[in-house]
């Protein structure tokens, strides 16, 4: 399994997250079997992502980048988690680990 993780720092939001590509996302991603990460630091992906995403059966990853004060913090991850209701079945989780 692959993960795809948050934008280019040259790219705003709305460069990237236009419906058409958040479907072409989606698409790609349900067809390898990737995770998408949900980013603390980034706060990336928004809301309307992970629903859709949720919906087509992706599961998600919680992360922090590691060059910041903020490594660790995961209280964006859990907000968005909330407000689209993920759960447990949700999650990538390593085989090892189930």
Same mark, same amino acid.
């Given at each position: 399994?692959?993960?795809?993780v948050?934008?280019?720092?040259?790219? %705003?939001i709305?460069?990237l997250? %236009?419906?058409?590509?958040?479907?072409?996302?989606?698409?790609?991603?349900?067809? !390898?079997?990737?995770?998408i990460?949900i980013n603390g /630091?980034?706060?990336?992906?928004?809301?309307?992502?992970v629903?859709?995403?949720?919906?087509?059966g992706? !599961?998600f /990853?919680?992360?922090?980048?590691?060059? %910041?004060? /903020?490594?660790?913090r995961?209280?964006?991850?859990? *907000?968005?988690a909330?407000?689209?209701?993920?759960?447990?079945r949700?999650f990538?989780?390593?085989? !090892? *680990?189930?």
């Amino acid at each position: 399994m692959d993960l795809h993780v948050h934008r280019s720092k040259d790219l %705003t939001i709305d460069d990237l997250w %236009t419906r058409k590509r958040l479907d072409c996302i989606i698409d790609a991603a349900c067809s !390898k079997g990737v995770a998408i990460e949900i980013n603390g /630091t980034a706060h990336v992906p928004h809301e309307e992502f992970v629903r859709i995403a949720k919906r087509a059966g992706l !599961k998600f /990853t919680f992360a922090s980048d590691s060059r %910041t004060r /903020t490594v660790g913090r995961l209280d964006c991850c859990k *907000y968005i988690a909330r407000r689209c209701n993920l759960t447990e079945r949700d999650f990538f989780i390593l085989e !090892k *680990y189930r």
